[in-house]
C-alpha cells in the first residue's frame, strides 16, 4: 500500500498535466489572459491565507490549500503551455514582414540526397532595409552544391531570403501528421532554400558546452566508423551508446521495431544506468566519509547529465537522468525514496520546462515503462517460484519485458500499428550481447592505445552483426509481428482503463471493480468488431492528393485495387498509399498502371476510362479537346490529367454529362484557380486535388 503522503509530486502532477491537455485544446486569447488574472488572484490568496494560518488557527482547513495549489498549478501549466507555444506572441516572425531571415542553427544538421535540414531560431527579421528582433522556429532544406565544400553546423548564424510556407497538414487518410509532430516542437513554418541563396555570417554562436557535446560525438561516431568495418555494425554502435540514428538503414530499423527491441536503438532509461553503474563501480573508493561520498554524487550526477547531452537529451534520457540524480542525491544524504514520487518529480520539472513533452511519444513510452517496471514486474515475478538460479535469472528477466509490454502496447499500437509476436524471445536473446556491447562501447570510446582500438573494435563488430542476425531471423519467422492494428484514441482510453482496473482489483480485491473491467473489455470488443465489419463491407472510390502523381483506389468487400502511375518500389507508395489500406484493415492490394487494360467481377480499367460497379470515371486528356462526340457521354466523375494544357469547361458540359469534376495534383496555381472560378459560374462541382485532402465517394 502507497500513502499519499509519500508520493506528493504525484498528487501535484495530475494538475499540471490537466493543464497542459486544456491548452493544447483551448489556447484561446480570452481564456490565456483570464487564467494569468486567475493565477495571480489565486496566488495572492494562497499567500494571504498562510499568513493567517498560525493566527487564526486554520489547521482544519487545510483542504482549501490543496484546491488552491491544484488549481494554481493547473493555471500556471495552462498559461506555460501557451506562452510556449508563441500562439500570442507579438514578435513571432510570422506576424512581421520580412525580407531576409537572420537565422541560428539549434541543433545538429543532418544531410540526406544532398539537402541539408535543420532547425532554427529567427532572432532578428530584415524589411526595407530595417532590423526587428523576432523570436520563433523554422525548420530549414537547404539543397547543398556538391562542387562547393559549404557546410552548416549547429551553431551557423544564416541569412537566408524570406519565403517560408506552412506546414502542411496530411492530405491522405492514415498518412503521418508531421505538422503535429513539429507543432509540439513550436515549429510551424519550413522554408526550402537553395545553398547559392545563403550568406554564413558566423559560426560557433551556440551553447559552448552543446556545441563541444555534438563535436565530441561527431569524432567519437567517426572512431566507430575507423574501427568497425561492417557499416551497419558501426551506425548500430553509434545509434546504441551515442544516440546517433541518422545513418541506419531502414532495413535494421524495421527489424528492431517488429522485434519488439526498438527500445535498444533509443538511448534510454537502460543506457543511462549502465554509465551509472560504471561510474559507481570506478568511483566506489569514494564511500569512505560524508565529504567524498557528496563529491561522488557531484561528480556521476555531472557525468550523467553530459552524458545524456552527448546522446541529444532525448524525454526518455532526461527522465532516467533526473531520477537517478535524486537517487544518487538521496544516497548521499542517506534519504530513501519512494520510486513513483521520483517518477513523478523528474515528470513534473521536464513539464515545467518544456509541456509539450507531455505529447512526445518517447515520454510517453519511457514513463509508461518505468511505471509497468515497477507495479507489474513483482506481480510477475513472483507469480512462479523457480530453485534453479540460472532459470530464475531468465525468469525474472522474461517477467521484466512482460512488465514493460503490458503497461506499453496500448500506446505503441496506437502510434505504431503493430505489435511483436515474438518480443520476449528476442529480448532474453540480445539482453547479454547489448549490456556487452555498452559496457565495451563506453571502453572502447576512451581507450588511446590503437592496438586496443583494433581488438575491441573487431570484437564489437563481430558481436553486434551476431546481434543483428538474430533479429534478421526472428523478424523472418512466421508471424513475427501483428501489424495494420489501428486503434482510435477512444478504444486506447479504454484498453488503459481496463489495466487500470487490473492494478485496483489486485490492491483492493474487489468483486465489483472485475465487473467494471468486464463491461470495458465488452465495449472494447463490440467497438473492433463494428470497425471489423466496416472494413469487410466498405465500398470506397478514393483520389488520392499527391504532389506529382495520380492514384486511384477502389475497396470492395475486403478487396482492394489501385491504379496509378507510380513505380511499386517507390517510398511514396509507403508513405501515402499503404498506412490508408492499413488504416482499413487490408493488406492484399492489387497495384496496376492507368495504361492497362483490365477486366474483372467488379471493375473494367481502360486507358482514359474506368467503371467500378456502375460507378464510372473518365480521365480527359488533351486529345479528347479535339474529338467529335455524336452523344453525350454519361459519367459520374471527369478526372483532369496534370497534364493538361488547356480545357474548356462549358464544351466539356455540353459534351459530357457528370456528377463531379476532379482536377489532379500537379497542375499550376493559376491553371487551378481559373477553372475552379469558371466552374463555380457554370454550377459545375467542382474539386481539386491539389494540396487538398483525398476525395472519397462511399458507394
Request: glycine content about 4%.
Amino acid at each position: 500500500m502507497i500513502f499519499k503522503g509519500e508520493v506528493p509530486f504525484v498528487r501535484l502532477l495530475i494538475p499540471l498535466i490537466i493543464g497542459i491537455i486544456i491548452a493544447s485544446y483551448f489556447p484561446g486569447s480570452f481564456i490565456y489572459f483570464w487564467a494569468i488574472i486567475f493565477l495571480i488572484i489565486i496566488l495572492i490568496s494562497y499567500l494571504l491565507l498562510l499568513k493567517l494560518y498560525k493566527k487564526h488557527r486554520l489547521f482544519r482547513l487545510g483542504w482549501v490549500f490543496g484546491i488552491l495549489i491544484h488549481c494554481f498549478l493547473t493555471l500556471l501549466s495552462y498559461s506555460i503551455t501557451v506562452h510556449y507555444s508563441g500562439a500570442y506572441d507579438t514578435k513571432y516572425y510570422s506576424y512581421l514582414k520580412s525580407d531576409v531571415l537572420f537565422l541560428k542553427i539549434i541543433n545538429e544538421p543532418k544531410t540526406t540526397a544532398g539537402i541539408v535540414r535543420f532547425e532554427a531560431e529567427v532572432p532578428v527579421i530584415y524589411f526595407n532595409n530595417s532590423i526587428q528582433s523576432s523570436t520563433g522556429k523554422l525548420l530549414v532544406a537547404i539543397k547543398v552544391d556538391s562542387s562547393k565544400n559549404k557546410s552548416f553546423y549547429y551553431g551557423d548564424l544564416l541569412l537566408v531570403p524570406s519565403n517560408y510556407k506552412e506546414i502542411e497538414a496530411p492530405y491522405n487518410p492514415g498518412e503521418f501528421d508531421y505538422k503535429s509532430y513539429l507543432k509540439n516542437k513550436q515549429i510551424y513554418y519550413q522554408q526550402f532554400v537553395e545553398s547559392s541563396s545563403v550568406k554564413k555570417v558566423s559560426e560557433k554562436f551556440g551553447h559552448p558546452i552543446i556545441f563541444y557535446a555534438l563535436t565530441l560525438r561527431k569524432e567519437l561516431v567517426q572512431k566507430f566508423v575507423k574501427y568497425i568495418p561492417d557499416e551497419e555494425a558501426s551506425d548500430l554502435a553509434s545509434a546504441l551508446i551515442l544516440g546517433y540514428r541518422a545513418e541506419l538503414s531502414k532495413d535494421l530499423v524495421e527489424a528492431y521495431s517488429k522485434t519488439g527491441t526498438m527500445h535498444v536503438l533509443s538511448v534510454s532509461g537502460m543506457h543511462v544506468g549502465i554509465v551509472f553503474l560504471v561510474l559507481t563501480f570506478f568511483l566506489s573508493a569514494m564511500n569512505k566519509n560524508k565529504k567524498l561520498i557528496l563529491i561522488r554524487a557531484i561528480i556521476i550526477i555531472g557525468v550523467i547529465w553530459f552524458y545524456s547531452l552527448l546522446t541529444g537529451f532525448s524525454p526518455s534520457v532526461c527522465r532516467s537522468a533526473l531520477m537517478l540524480s535524486f537517487v544518487v542525491l538521496g544516497k548521499a544524504i542517506n534519504k530513501n525514496q519512494n520510486t513513483y514520487n521520483l517518477m513523478a518529480i523528474s515528470a513534473f520539472f521536464l513539464l515545467l520546462y518544456d509541456p509539450f513533452y507531455l505529447f512526445d511519444v518517447g515520454f510517453q513510452l519511457s514513463y509508461l515503462a518505468v511505471a509497468g517496471l515497477v507495479y507489474f514486474h513483482p506481480i510477475i515475478y513472483n507469480s512462479f517460484y523457480i530453485k534453479n538460479k540460472i532459470l530464475d535469472y531468465i525468469w525474472s528477466y522474461s517477467a521484466l519485458s512482460l512488465a514493460a509490454q503490458v503497461a506499453t502496447f496500448p500506446i505503441s499500437v496506437y502510434y505504431f500499428h503493430q505489435f511483436p509476436i515474438y518480443f520476449l524471445l528476442s529480448n532474453l536473446l540480445i539482453v547479454i550481447p547489448v549490456a556487452i556491447i555498452m559496457y565495451v562501447g563506453i571502453a572502447f570510446l576512451f581507450t588511446p592505445f590503437e592496438i586496443l582500438n583494433e581488438l575491441l573494435g573487431t570484437f564489437l563488430n563481430c558481436l553486434i552483426v551476431f546481434t543483428n542476425n538474430i533479429l534478421y531471423k526472428i523478424e523472418n519467422l512466421p508471424f513475427s509481428a501483428l501489424d495494420s492494428l489501428w486503434i482510435s484514441a477512444f478504444e486506447l482510453l479504454f484498453l488503459f482503463l481496463i489495466i487500470f482496473f487490473f492494478i485496483l482489483w489486485h490492491t483492493f480485491r474487489n468483486k465489483s471493480i472485475v465487473w467494471l473491467a468486464l463491461v470495458n473489455v465488452l465495449v472494447l470488443s463490440i467497438s473492433f468488431s463494428i470497425k471489423s465489419i466496416q472494413n469487410i463491407t466498405r465500398h470506397e472510390l478514393v483520389f488520392f492528393s499527391l504532389r506529382k502523381n495520380t492514384a486511384i483506389a477502389y475497396l470492395n468487400q475486403g478487396r482492394a485495387v489501385v491504379i496509378s502511375d507510380i513505380d511499386t518500389l517507390d517510398k511514396l507508395i509507403n508513405y501515402s498509399i499503404k498506412p490508408f489500406f492499413s488504416s482499413r484493415g487490408l493488406k492484399k492490394i492489387n497495384y496496376l498502371k492507368f495504361e492497362r487494360q483490365v477486366q474483372d467481377d467488379s471493375y473494367y480499367l481502360a486507358t482514359d476510362f474506368m467503371q467500378f460497379g456502375n460507378f464510372r470515371v473518365l480521365r480527359w486528356k488533351n486529345e479528347f479537346n479535339e474529338v467529335a462526340l455524336s452523344n453525350k457521354v454519361d459519367v459520374d466523375i471527369v478526372l483532369v490529367q496534370k497534364n493538361i494544357k488547356n480545357i474548356n469547361l462549358n464544351n466539356l458540359k455540353n459534351r459530357v454529362n457528370f456528377e463531379t469534376l476532379i482536377f489532379e495534383s500537379n497542375i499550376p496555381d493559376y491553371k487551378i484557380n481559373k477553372y475552379l472560378e469558371e466552374a463555380k459560374k457554370l454550377n459545375i462541382n467542382c474539386i481539386s486535388l491539389q494540396k487538398k485532402p483525398a476525395y472519397i465517394v462511399k458507394m
